[in-house]
């Protein structure tokens, strides 16, 4: 992924890296402990394999997660792990992780004050 030359601030840098729907959830899953592809596409539901490639090449080009492939023989097994830079990035995601908790999981839809504004309601 090519990363852009500028940003307005730290968090727009930031977002440049997370960005989308599956980069922070397969930095949550490599959290816990590293894992083997099969392992992250069992994890995160949804994601399609492409998907899943595509974001891990893109955080291993970034320095957020590291590739290492070793062989059982004829096998090979590869890997994926934080690296230092991607320990620190999840670390920074945790406080918006606990305020997601806190002000949306297990809320209905209908609760507005979930997240301080009103809802649309479609009329």
């Known amino acids: 992924m090519t990363r852009r030359d500028t940003y307005v601030c730290g968090i727009d840098a930031a977002i440049d890296v ?13 959290n816990e402990r ?5 392992e992250l596409r069992r994890g995160i ?9 595509s974001h891990l090449r893109e955080l291993e080009d970034d320095g957020i997660v590291c590739r290492e492939e070793t ?6 097994h590869v890997t994926y792990a ?7 990035l999840n670390a920074a995601l945790a406080p918006l992780g606990a305020w997601g908790r806190e002000h949306l999981l297990g ?10 504004r009103p809802r649309r309601t479609g009329h």
């Open 107 to 116: 809320r209905s839809p209908a609760e507005p004050e979930a997240v301080g």
């Open 34 to 38: 590293p894992c083997r592809f099969g």
């Open 45 to 53: 539901p949804g994601v399609t394999e492409k998907v899943l490639t």
């Open 71 to 76: 062989f059982a023989g004829a096998v090979r």
């Open 82 to 88: 934080l690296t230092p830079l991607g320990v620190s």
């Open 18 to 30: 997370v960005g989308g729907k599956w980069k922070v959830l397969i930095l949550w899953a490599l």
